[in-house]
């Protein structure tokens, strides 16, 4: 297999280890380049001691020097950076050819109004958004596949849209009834310590927070009301729970369709797709079977008293939640099989 | 304070666990007597290690034989046993003039055909059922005072019936709106091993389960109707999450009323109650505040964009949702201050 | 009961915290102050919304003026922390005669350069060490009583010197043999934000810390050496493990005596303190028998293939391992009964 | 790469589950036969979702019939059943000249009379004894490549013996002196519910166990014991925490030789070792870095103080603590690169 040079921008975070652990396993990837502010000069190993004795992880850090990057061959770059930084970093690679997969907001949404509304800014390099891609594989293979930018798909957004866009398409739900309550693992927040985060506090706590307008509510909305033909808003509560990894969303519509058109919509659209696990109607999602995998696995039960359907799905909010998915784009626009690297478990 | 006779039947459990570690503490009571099949004839502190050195804890299990219990002068006895044993505990117990705190669900529904619909089996005595009353003491103060026989409340619908009533009453909400996600700690589960429930199948897992009809729908529904004086059908989608103890419960439903209409109404039914704390609107429960606590804490949030009300409440499954509520019962039918033994933390 | 007005510095940090829950409880205690440099302004229930709506918590922070907390009438102050600021705090209100209990590190030590030793700093106020008294009632009850400074005691030392004192006094153990292996949640940290403390580093890790000389060495071989007349090392080493409260210890010594001895010896020293609960002999601790507790739970057994004992002890960190240790000592100042607000389970 | 088919004789436990995921990712295997006796008949992936869709896991459990193994063609098998079973199942498939790696503790002591002693039960097939190979890569790596009987480690005796025999060979510890504390997580304690390892009885639990003769011992010491050339014996204290996955273990000694010595031993040892990674001296083992990796990590500190070594190593007990090793000894056997399918994170 031909060999990739690709570079990860923002690698000491969970999303950016998490591409690490990927692309050393991905057979068609050489890691050429690793950013990282604060350790620059070090090696990956020193930071990150599960990497040590990796192969392929001998390698260190750099300044985010986007010629340095540029310079050790990369053809394609991860961005695992907050949202807000398009300008400095995806533009210069953007400019010398690479492929970018921004693992971040800023190339998400397709009016760059909605991303002032929801990240309080301007955004950073609105010519670039009609030409980014949405990077969630199961909906824009063929777009991705010839796109030089892929805005990589939020967490939470993942584990709401694949389950409702095939029920949308088809006009089964009542679009004004979508209510989703989204569980999420610690990890989700990132790798900076802050007390709210901290073992003592989140170890029994279960809560609320966002509410009631979460930042993911943008694409989110985006993408289903594509699906749907019209304007889609959703009330949307995600909650902090002490797990690691994971992501569960329950997700509640009243029908319009059949319970069993429900059924044939999702095997219809999912059937032949590797990483959408269709649990079947009466089964219900658990992150323990998706952890550290690009699985996303959707079960779904007919409320017949109150004729709403309920779907779950779970997914790992690090891998088919960020960096598996960038991952599976990854492998689209190099022409690789879908599931190329992504099948350890 | 004079000192009441108690006894605690099912004691081996978790809510017969923390009843006990309650009434220990309670300046009101004696446990005369406490009840396991299985641990019958051994000291209390052997088989539950916690209690060892504690003020009154110095007791035997015995075998749960009802002359037994009433020949130790208990005058009061709090069931915690599973549902479907009333007609062998309560009802012997009853007739001797005990007054009886029943934590199953036998006695909180009002018709026994529907606790056939949800229990799968006839009512052990459908004759004691309009005597009972549902002990929610927010809801219920003088009947339980009055009562012989008292149906403390489920875990879920202690989280659910509270925050609800009060807006459901004032005709607040769109009764056909109502959909809940709540989430509990494994000790709900009961002290029972199954595989589902051991700590390597719990960690790092996320799952929804009973859908769709778990089966305390019933009395929650029961308690919604009653308080909107029509027919309430809500969906509800219960999760195991890794917690010891706790209950979340996010609950979303389209306003009627205005979002301040809410917050008076709120204010308005809680304002004096000991163990229910508003947290007022924009702010979200966290069940880190309330463990081991008998509070259930309120809060509410207004997605302007669909026009729903989000409440969020969070109580401890054992205290609140079980125990504590049922020694608030106790000091009510004591004519107790309702604090009495439960501001501990 | 009289009512003793007492302050507690530092009372938004863990050990804070949990003195604020003993003593709203205890019956004997009015809290008159409470000092927070972070947070001075606000109403205690804000920054900690567990003690919104209980008794005696409605309470505001003041900054930690010496001046202000005498004003409130305080006769005892609890100074809960970091070491170091000793000459600051307690130097002031020592000399308008208040009752310290001090459970920082400060005033533990009898010998000022073994604090410089092991704390890396000159001591603040030497002349008060003499003065001082280490808060262990179990074994300086009457001196504990008759003082104006107590230093309450380290987590770590609580769980070794206990069990180790009456054996080492009855000569029982080889004194150069004594390894000891202790565990400890992660509250024990503290409640500042720090990488290695986030919930998603601890989880799933378990690491040993602070080897080879951790700063507990100092008091806990100081009480060691008084008990076994001569000098007394030992090798330590913690490890943070994944719950929030508890630390348990593991302590190995070749035996001299015999082991019948040892049961005899610690059953004499301890089987009137409510607070150390012998588990006997073939018996090992669990800290979940004591989170949330005064007690510290000790057992023991005999490896007869090398004639070690392993002495194995529980204890809720932040209360018999800090707080509950603090507040055993005021009920001896105020001569109260030992458990006073200290049975609470 | 010429693919092996291979057996797994208790697929539904942890260890079997754990070969599985190692299995279906390794490029060498083609996994012929699962065996269950509880789950017969049943395709692996409704037992086990986090097997759907995962490539070569669409196969069925059969019932444990060595017949039907060998009918598989099968070359080799995986023994992941409880000890005592070797005569049932190893026997006949020996027999029919196939290779076995026995998960069990059936085969690694080489005298029976010690496996009575520990295991408390006559040995099964003790004419097999001589024959099998302990399945330690590290230590006997030509013999295993050379057996048909691989008898492979447990978790404990990893952790601990990998650390100590380059020590030992080279006479730097005095072996009377070893003494060693290891925390395990939850999963070593297997797949089969009681209330021990429910989620609420070990949550916010450390607890000691198996003193002070646990089984392991009997492995420990015999490795030991040739590397020392002397009879050694240790005391051993296993403890549970709540983690999942993951060993560690704190090994102290005193030193005869010099810590120089220790680390110059350690490195000669296993600078070439794949699986064994040095972390250094003054450096400290986190299980957090070996989860679900086949490295064991050790570290080393000397206790000047006291002239103690105190070793560090943390490993998982499901990969380097069983199946990983396992595959490891299948990796030599059948001469392929020692890290073949077992370098994913």
Chains 1, 2, 3, 4 share one sequence.
Not at 129 to 158: F, H, N, W
Not at 217 to 225: C, P, Y
Not at 277 to 294: I, S
Not at 297 to 306: A, F, I, L
Request: negative net charge; glycine residues 8%; proline residues 6%.
């Amino acid at each position: 297999m031909e060999t990739i040079k690709t570079a990860v921008l923002g690698a000491s975070g969970y999303t950016g280890i998490e591409l690490l652990r990927l692309l050393f396993a991905h057979p068609a990837v050489e890691v050429s380049a690793i950013t990282s502010r604060a350790n620059a000069g070090q090696a990956l190993s020193s930071g990150l001691p599960r990497f040590k004795g990796v192969e392929g992880a001998d390698i260190e850090f750099i300044m985010p020097d986007m010629e340095a990057v540029v310079a050790t061959g990369a053809q394609t770059a991860f961005l695992a950076l907050p949202h807000g930084m398009a300008a400095d970093y995806a533009l210069p690679l953007l400019e010398k050819g690479l492929r970018v997969i921004d693992l971040s907001a800023d190339f998400r949404l397709n009016d760059a109004a909605v991303y002032e509304e929801f990240y309080g800014q301007a955004h950073p390099a609105p010519e670039w958004l009609p030409k980014a891609v949405y990077g969630m594989p199961e909906l824009y293979r063929d777009e991705i596949a010839a796109s030089q930018l892929i805005a990589s798909p939020g967490c939470y957004p993942t584990s709401i849209i694949l389950p409702l866009v095939p029920l949308l398409r088809a006009g089964l739900l009542d679009t004004k009834s979508l209510v989703v309550s989204s569980l999420s693992g610690v990890s989700g927040a990132g790798r900076t310590a802050s007390l709210p985060i901290i073992f003592s506090e989140v170890n029994e706590s279960l809560r609320a927070y966002g509410l009631p307008k979460h930042r993911h509510l943008s694409e989110i909305e985006q993408e289903l009301s594509l699906a749907a033909g019209e304007q889609v808003m959703i009330t949307f509560t995600p909650h902090l729970v002490p797990v690691t990894r994971g992501i569960h969303s329950t997700i509640t519509a009243s029908l319009k369709g059949s319970f069993e058109e429900v059924t044939a919509a999702l095997e219809a659209a999912y059937q032949d797709e590797p990483f959408v696990r269709l649990l079947g109607a009466g089964v219900a999602a658990d992150t323990a079977n998706v952890t550290r995998t690009n699985f996303v696995d959707v079960g779904w039960h007919h409320d017949q008293r109150t004729n709403r359907l309920v779907l779950t799905s779970a997914e790992d909010n690090l891998t088919k939640g960020a960096s598996g998915q960038a991952v599976q784009s990854f492998n689209l626009l190099h022409d690789l099989p879908a599931t190329t690297g992504l099948m350890n478990l």
